[in-house]
């Protein structure tokens, strides 16, 4: 399937040749994406953008010869070319993340776009190698909230590094591996790439950049497996509490319900503002968020945190206007789908009319079409 817009180019391998691809960094710590994890114990992720290459498969024997496993952020559109290198990077107990299906700056692009520069990457690489990524990597670090709401809508937490040896831009096999021996922390993701243009020196760089970081003492891992070991990365909580409070509701820093919308926060999972305070339900303690109508459930027996969505949130708002939503419907069923992904259509403006087989809906900032089982939208 191929959704993506044409004004999308085509071709942008190697241009993190042209553009430093640290470019929008800061910016995008500020909104509390993680680059690594706090922890004095020496562990470090190993991660590769831009593939899969010609240079994908002479850097898995090198992992495999010290015995580590890295993470390698994919561009779909290179997956499509060369399926049977993701199969090999799976097969040889690497991970596979999501970096795009044609390396966009995707804060510039519209919601749709995004969308399917994400899911078409998921699809390419489930259909190469079998495998769901867990993590995005967004092109240049470049990330808003409307990347994070569609990135978490499909299941991805995205991710950025903390070591950044520059290597796309040749500066010398020594030169790399002094930058990343100095450069890192314990917690750090070390951004290497396998793709996107010459990356001789990323390969010859790599076997002493491992054979250091083993020396002194540091255990190289994959993102995800770094994230399993201290699930909530630092992020900037001032902003986290301004967030949370923006409803006006005050945060309780030693809470569970706290504690756990941060855990997402900080992965990049916004649900907004709370909506109310913490109050009781049954045996748990809930809390409601603004968006998508999320709640927050903590069980204080077995310390389980579980989030819900609230069916009837979205059912209100569906018949703001008098409508009620009709069971079963495809439009209606269409309509709850988009405002779980934090697409609100609006309530509904008239009850669905159908004609020649094609039923169509109004709502507030758009209508719904249906033509044998196929719905699409048109804003206005
Ligand atoms: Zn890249």
């Not at 706090?38 to 024997?61: E, H, K």
């Not at 967004?138 to 909230?145: E, I, L, N, V």
């Not at 497996?225 to 909530?232: E, Q, S, T």
């Not at 706290?258 to 009781?280: F, H």
Request: one cysteine or more; glycine letters at 10%; aromatic letters at 10%.
């Amino acid at each position: 399937m191929r959704r993506i817009p044409r004004f999308l180019p085509a071709i942008v391998l190697g241009i993190c040749l042209l553009l430093p691809c640290s470019t929008a960094l800061s910016a995008s710590r500020a909104a509390g994406i993680p680059g690594g994890i706090v922890t004095s114990r020496r562990i470090v992720a190993l991660s590769f953008d831009d593939g899969p290459s010609a240079y994908t498969p002479q850097i898995l024997p090198v992992l495999h010869a010290y015995r580590v496993h890295a993470t390698f952020f994919e561009i779909g559109a290179e997956v499509a070319q060369n399926p049977g290198l993701t199969r090999a990077v799976v097969a040889a107990g690497d991970e596979v993340g999501n970096h795009s299906y044609t390396h966009p700056d995707l804060a510039y692009l519209p919601d749709a776009a995004i969308r399917s520069q994400l899911e078409e990457t998921q699809a390419t690489i489930r259909a190469a190698a079998g495998v769901t990524p867990r993590w995005i990597r967004p092109p240049y670090g470049a990330y808003d909230s409307r990347v994070a709401g569609i990135a978490s809508s499909l299941g991805l937490r995205p991710v950025l590094w903390s070591v950044d040896p520059r290597d796309w831009s040749l500066p010398g096999t020594s030169a790399i591996v002094q930058r990343v021996l100095y450069q890192v922390r314990p917690g750090s993701i070390i951004l290497l790439h396998d793709g996107g243009g010459n990356r001789s020196e990323t390969v010859s760089a790599l076997p002493i950049i491992l054979h250091d970081l083993q020396t002194e003492g540091y255990q190289i891992v994959t993102v995800s497996r770094l994230f399993g070991l201290a699930p909530v990365p630092a992020c900037d909580q001032a902003r986290a509490d301004a967030w949370f409070g923006a409803a006006g509701v005050r945060p309780i820093h030693g809470h569970a319900i706290y504690q756990a919308w941060l855990r997402r926060y900080c992965a990049g999972v916004n649900y907004g503002p709370a909506t109310s305070g913490e109050y009781a339900l049954g045996r748990d303690i809930a809390q409601n968020f603004a968006r998508t109508a999320h709640r927050v459930e903590w069980n204080r027996k077995t310390d389980e945190v579980g989030v819900r969505i609230i069916w009837s949130w979205a059912a209100k708002v569906f018949s703001a206007r008098g409508i009620q939503p009709i069971q079963h419907a495809p439009i209606t069923h269409a309509w709850f789908l988009q405002f779980y992904k934090g697409n609100n259509w609006g309530p509904a403006l008239g009850a669905p009319r159908s004609r020649d087989g094609v039923t169509s809906q109004r709502f507030r900032y758009g209508s719904a079409t249906e033509r044998a089982g196929k719905i699409t939208w048109a804003r206005g």
